[in-house]
């Protein structure tokens, strides 16, 4: 079945940039009607969409994070990475990915990995 | 952006019971809005898509109902697995978001 890896680095530097990568694995990232998203959540608090992508490489970021966010897929890895720059303590969370089913009426984050925690801290 | 209501913020309850927990999205969605069951230290599960459809594999006492602006997640007869917290989300345009939670606990 199915399945999502996250990884990266747990911990990063104020002003830095965090980089993480999904694995997809037991499918193709390429299948149609699936956008491949990221997902976070603060310690102790809700979540927050980040952004979506397609495996053409057509993206939606959510506008709070739009100018230090970057998504990209790399198909021939199946993989989609998220890039977000400039950090700070706000940005320390639990970072998901996850599948973005879109194929009306049904759009939902189906899939999750399993999550990987990043600090930002000196 | 929609912002997304839920209430109550927490509820107590007991197994056997039957718990509504409400989602209010600040505009209209139609029925695009699904519901997650995250419990502590795991990955958010898709329960409920399109405001009423059960996904694969989730128990039938899960139930979703609404459209428009108010919405509903019933679990008809709590079993001791579903203590957990409980979040909606708006598919029905970007950027997604997620209502604050509900945290379903013991009574």
């Known amino acids: 079945q199915l399945q999502l890896q996250e990884s990266g680095p747990g911990l990063v530097k104020p002003s830095e940039t965090l980089s993480l990568t999904c694995t997809v694995s037991?499918?193709?990232?390429?299948?149609?009607?699936?956008?491949w998203g990221w997902i976070r959540q603060p310690p102790g608090k809700g979540l927050e969409w980040i952004g979506s992508i397609y495996y053409s490489g057509s993206t939606y970021y959510n506008p709070s994070l739009k100018s230090r966010v970057t998504i990209s897929v790399d198909t021939s890895k199946n993989q989609f990475s998220l890039k977000l720059s400039s950090v700070t303590a706000a940005d320390t969370a639990v970072y998901y990915c996850?599948?973005?089913?879109?194929?009306?009426?049904?759009?939902?984050?189906?899939?999750w990995g399993q999550g990987t925690m990043v600090t930002v801290s000196s | 952006d929609i912002q997304m209501t839920q209430s109550p913020s927490s509820v107590s309850a007991s197994v056997g019971d039957r718990v509504t927990i409400t989602c209010r999205a600040s505009?209209?969605?139609?029925?695009?809005l699904a519901w997650y069951q995250q419990k502590p230290g795991k990955a958010p599960k898709l329960l409920i898509y399109a405001a009423s459809s059960l996904q694969s594999g989730v128990p039938s006492r899960f139930s979703g109902s609404g459209s428009g602006t108010d919405f509903t997640l019933t679990i008809s007869s709590l079993q001791p697995e579903d203590f957990a917290t409980y979040y909606c989300?708006?598919?029905?345009?970007?950027?997604?978001?997620f209502g604050q939670g509900t945290r379903l606990e013991i009574k």
């Open positions: 996850a599948r973005h089913l879109r194929a009306a009426p049904r759009d939902a984050f189906d899939i």
């Open positions: 037991g499918g193709s990232i390429s299948s149609s009607s699936y956008y």
């Open positions: 505009q209209g969605i139609s029925s695009w």
């Open positions: 989300q708006q598919a029905n345009s970007f950027p997604r978001t």
